[in-house]
């Protein structure tokens, strides 16, 4: 079993994701620099190609982060994806959800999204 690498924090913000020539729209359920959980029942097979678009919304703004990744797990309620290209920008604003959310009992992390730069 392959063991987790970096910290995991819960993250509950809606992905677009796009696997052979579907389009999904889903919750992230956790993320970290490494990768991220995504609650579906949609049937994506184990070791498909996906690229991933985080719909991030503050108050005067909406923005996107976009991933590229390969499923890595499946459960009953969604699968386990590890990040397989991630930009420096992108990579900057991961770290700074993780460290956001890490000792945080905040209930709507997206509130915060004007305190985060990407």
């Known amino acids: 079993m392959r ?3 970096g910290k995991r924090v ?3 913000v809606q992905a677009a994701v ?3 020539g579907k389009n999904l729209l889903c919750e992230v359920g956790n ?3 490494r990768g991220m959980f995504i609650l579906s029942s949609e049937r994506i097979p184990l070791n498909s190609v996906l690229d991933i678009s985080i719909l991030l ?3 005067t703004s909406v923005s996107e982060v ?4 390969i499923v890595i797990r499946k459960e009953s309620e969604g699968i386990a994806v590890l990040f ?3 930009d420096l ?3 900057v604003f991961l770290k700074n959800i993780v460290a956001f959310n890490e000792d945080s009992s905040v209930q709507d992390q997206q509130s915060h999204f004007d305190d985060i730069t990407v």
Request: hydrophobic share 20%; no cysteine.
């Open 57 to 59: 919304s503050g108050d």
């Open 10 to 12: 819960s993250f509950h």
């Open 84 to 86: 397989t290209r991630t």
């Open 3 to 5: 063991r987790r690498e």
């Open 18 to 20: 796009d696997f052979s």
């Open 89 to 91: 920008e992108t990579f």
């Open 66 to 69: 976009n991933l590229h990744g």
């Open 31 to 33: 993320i970290s620099t």
